[in-house]
């Protein structure tokens, strides 16, 4: 049989090679990177994905497993001539453990998972701007991070298990809530930051939490990066504190300018915005804290309405929105430690104008971790990619001279690839070849993500 009619046969009615249906497939959120697939399958249990993966691996077909395709790093892009395998259709969800955990479908995105956890009375605790679309399965294969890992944790933290099928087709079922399991090498843990090259996750064990409550958010405009750095444990000290985040004064005029809206404090410098519960604390308390930690009180604006903490909080989580509308940018995830998290964002303007002097840098990220999102547009038009290479070479040699991360929380894709070996060197690197050929020895799932 032709391989084309043994996919049909393994899940049928969910395949489709309909170039329009497919489009969308096809090219990645940031429109920097696209592919050609020859199909896309969408099955709907995990004893579908096995029929479907069983059949690659016969036909020495390549598979690329998308869930929202929301990723930055270009991870779930077809290679040319590969099958989608998306896993949006694998939906199921069990109910609410006594021990707040919940199994869900791959599928599931975190926008719903988070509404089953309040339902519950609980949260998921991952908090990403691309909730609405990024999937329990994606989150789990990029360990994502996000707003909230201060006090909740990557997804790693709050993922106690799950079900995967290899690309023999073999299913792993390791759907457990129990925390305390040592029963020998930890495969949940192996697949999760996997960036599906060794399994396809089709469920994951959630562990939820009690989530605070009356939160407040707190939005301060600082003169400079260096004032904000100082004012950090200040900040952190705040009760009940559960995200720091940050964002050069350029970026949250970007977001004032893109959604009409002005901006409570004057837009420029350095932003920090924090959010804690309140319900211990209030307002006023909050206030007096962050004063007698010698910040300025014109400084600082605080919501306490949901309606008022959606509006303030805007200002940090629609800035990669409005970058978007603006061009094509080079985006790149990094970090570095706290103590040099200065000098790194003082030097970073030069590197990068080295390169290109027109080129437009947007700065923001998580500041409680000390992680940057660095955004670079073009001054006209869109990069060349020699040109596009250039910056992240820049940014990532500067990164690394500052002992920090090329990828602290997005992954490394296709993107980031040839700069893993200068982050993980020889060794690491072979052991990591090592545990992909022994899952996938024919090499058939995600091809050019993470190794070569
Ligand atoms: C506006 C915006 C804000 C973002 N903010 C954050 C942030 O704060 N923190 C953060 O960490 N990320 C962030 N991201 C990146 C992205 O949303 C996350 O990486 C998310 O976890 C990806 O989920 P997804 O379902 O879209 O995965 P996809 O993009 O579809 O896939 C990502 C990778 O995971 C693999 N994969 C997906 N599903 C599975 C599966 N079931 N089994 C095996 N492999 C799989 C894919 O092959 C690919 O390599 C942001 C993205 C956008 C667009």
Known sequence: MEFDDVLDAAAPGRVTR????????SVDWTRRWSGRPRAVVRPESAEQVADVLRACTQHGVAVTVQGGNTGLVGGAVPSDGSVVLSTRALRSHGPVSADGSVTVGAGVTLVELESLAAEAGYTAGLSLASGESATVGGAASTNAGGARV??????RQRISGLRAVMPSGDIVDRRTSLVKDNTG???????????????????????LVRPLTD????????PDVRAAVA???????????????????????????????????????FWVFAEMGSSLVGAEPVLEALMS??????????????????????????????????GVPVKLDVGVPAERFEEF??????????????????????FAESNIHVNILPGAGTFADDVAGALEDAVLELVLSHDGTISAEHGIGRAKRRWLIRQRGETQLAAMALLKNAWDPHRILNPGVLLD
């Open 18 to 25: 309909d170039a329009d249906v497919m489009a969308s497939y």
């Open 150 to 155: 201060l006090r909740y944790g990557s997804a």
């Open 231 to 269: 004012a950090l444990p200040t900040i952190l000290q705040l009760p009940q504190i559960d995200a720091v985040e940050w964002a050069e004064g350029a970026a949250v005029s970007r977001v004032a300018e893109h959604s009409g809206t002005p901006t409570p404090l004057p837009a420029e410098g």
């Open 293 to 326: 930690g010698g910040l300025d009180s014109s400084r600082i604006a605080i919501a306490e309405s949901a309606a008022e903490r959606r509006a303030l909080w805007s200002f940090r989580e629609r800035i990669t929105e409005s970058i978007s509308t603006a």
């Open 345 to 366: 964002v003082g030097s970073i303007t030069d590197a990068v104008h080295s390169v290109d002097a027109d080129a437009v840098l947007v700065l923001f990220g998580h």
């Open 185 to 207: 090498y930890d495969l949940t843990n192996l697949l999760i930051g996997s960036e599906g090259t060794l399994a396809v996750i089709t469920d994951v064990t959630w562990k």
């Open 215 to 222: 939160h407040l958010v707190v939005a301060m405009s600082f």
